[in-house]
């Protein structure tokens, strides 16, 4: 693909364009030695159709099985070019598929698979099997591949909550699979779930070699998708203000993460310190994770991670009393644990910090600049230096967005209203039309009559439909 924009093909054109041998679509994006003419498409070829996706919430019928009339019906309503078929909600799924690719193919329709990964699956408690491979996962690679062959609308599948299995999809794992699928049919696409937070340089190197592009979910703003973008792309990644404790990382109380600046402090009668804000967390637990500023050591001002909204805050403080009488002081952003963890991940980030009547030496859009102390296991970018881009590859991703209330309410908070999901999935949508991803795919849309959310979503694909990239 060029270098200077990442336009998205669907499988049979790219395979067409790109592919020599047995390379699968996603695989040719993701080969080193982008420098090479021959790894490059013109953007002279023809663009093919944009791949807007709608995932799960399959309409069913009395009996159990999936209405893979009434699918058809609503998916092309809704506009869509794909749809992610989930095997995990009855034992029925795997055969109701083989009904459904032919009558998605006649609708235009591409079909991915989407399987779950073994925490959501038995003998995991309260989960159940899913038919009819379960958890022999190189023989679900496989057996996909022989129905792609039979049915060419068939063309990716993809693992859910794939980076907390990681120990379990060990790289050498899924090379296993994707090599077996590929022997079969080595146009058959495989892709992992992501979350925006776990898209790393360890995970680019490990599993670059070995995948074909990822689906990624929950974007929370535009610069987190740029952001994604730039580390599947090889690209330059600045710093980010951020203070983070890991995924399935354990963590003891009074470990910490530190960001700590310099200020000068200039005569006046009132000193203020002001910030935005957001962590992303809205669930309940408490006590584990606090924010904190602090000025010259002592704590200012201090948040617990759980609850309140989503979004960015303003925080504004009054450190009158810490700075009078002083000429320079030292300030602090610290995410504390108050009690351990065993796997509680978060993502503190902090941006446009103002000090009224202080002279900051270096400000949050500097994080390079700031020095990062830590106890434990916790993370930081601050006093990092940016990292130049070689664009040595290119990973395709697609850019999940939460369309049904329950799921947009963990990931975003109150209101979860269908106005709050459509200008979420506008987000994405506006991202993939700069270039900044392969395409997006709603989750668990409600596709009955009476859903609200389902007319704002197809009037949004509509509008973007013939406005890619």
Known sequence: MPIAKCLFWSLPVLLTIMGQGDNPIFAASCRENWDSPRERLSPREPAARPHLADYDAELRRKDGRVDADAMVRRLKELGVTTYYWLICHAATDWDDLKVFLPKAAKAGIEVWVYLVPPSESAPSPGMPHCEPFRLDYVRWGEEIARLSLAHPNLTAWVIDDFYANRRFFTPAYVGEMRTKSRAINPRLAFLPLMYFPEISEKFVKDYRPVIDGAVVAYLQDREEIDRTWAMLNDASIPP???LSCPAVTPTRAGDYVMASQSAKVLPAERYQLSFLERDGYTGPTTGYHYKQLLVDGGVVWEEDAAGGP???QRVSVDVTRQVRGKTNISLAFRLLEKKGVGNFPLQWRIKQLRGQNLQLAADLSEPQNWKASHRGPLETEFGASPKPGRRRF?????????????????????????????QQLRISLEAWRAAKCEGVVTYCLDKRPQSPEFPLVRKLFAEFAGSGP
């Open 240 to 242: 980010v203000s951020e």
């Open 310 to 312: 989503s979004g960015w």
């Open 394 to 422: 290119h990973i395709p991703f697609i850019s999940m967005t939460a369309a049904q209330p329950v799921e947009f309410r963990l990931r975003h908070g109150d209101p979860a209203s269908p106005e709050r999901i459509a």
